[in-house]
Every structure is written in structure tokens, then in C-alpha cells.
């Protein structure tokens, strides 16, 4: 499933037009373009409807989340790879290696030439 939208509106028993209406938008047509994927809610959208469903947006929008880890996790990996293979590591690119590690989580562990 790529969002809970339409699960969590259902669970508290609102209309697509009731969260139209928390969220400040006149109609319910963009309430169900966000629950069935077919449209991507503006940022401030999706704050509101983490306050609206008391969720955040990686539950609320679980699969868009998943994407956007996994690129970003294999993005950091790449960097690390680079870092790591210069010759001479000063702090600050320790420092980046660090959270580059920390991103991309335990798979990765390649020693720091310090």
C-alpha cells in the first residue's frame, strides 16, 4: 500500500470532504487523488494531516517513505565509498562519514584511513 491515508480517514470516520475541510481545501477531489496515489500533497498538506490523523508522515505516506529512504540510504553509501577512498581523511570528512554511516545504517563498515 503506498499511503494510509484512506485507512486512517476511515478508522476515525471522516468523510474524503471532512478532511477536505481540516486541511483548508474546498473540495474532497484532492483528498482522494493523495489517498489513491495519483497526486503528491504539499508539503504543509502533510503536516496537516499529521496533525489531523496524529501519525507521521512516514507511517501516513509509507511507501512514498520507503523510496525516498532507500534512495537516499544508497546515495549516502556511494559518498561514503568515495570518502573513504581518499588518501588523507581531515575531521570534518570523518565527521561526514560518520553520518553518511549512520544513514546508511550497519551494512556498512569499511575502515577510515585516519
Do not use: W
Not at 2 to 20: C, K, M
Amino acid at each position: 500500500m503506498h499511503n494510509y491515508l484512506r485507512t486512517y480517514r476511515r478508522r476515525h470516520g471522516f468523510s474524503q470532504a471532512e478532511i477536505a475541510a481540516l486541511l483548508g481545501i474546498g473540495s474532497y477531489r484532492p483528498v482522494s487523488r493523495y489517498e489513491h496515489g495519483a497526486r503528491h500533497p504539499h508539503i504543509f498538506t502533510v503536516f496537516a494531516l499529521e496533525v489531523v490523523f496524529g501519525q507521521p508522515a512516514s507511517e501516513l505516506f509509507a511507501g512514498a517513505y520507503d523510496t525516498v529512504r532507500h534512495a537516499v540510504r544508497e546515495r549516502a553509501r556511494r559518498m561514503e565509498q568515495k570518502l573513504c577512498a581518499l588518501p588523507d581523511l581531515d575531521r570534518a570528512t570523518i565527521r561526514k562519514v560518520e553520518l553518511l554511516r549512520a544513514i546508511v545504517g550497519p551494512e556498512s563498515k569499511p575502515n577510515i584511513a585516519s
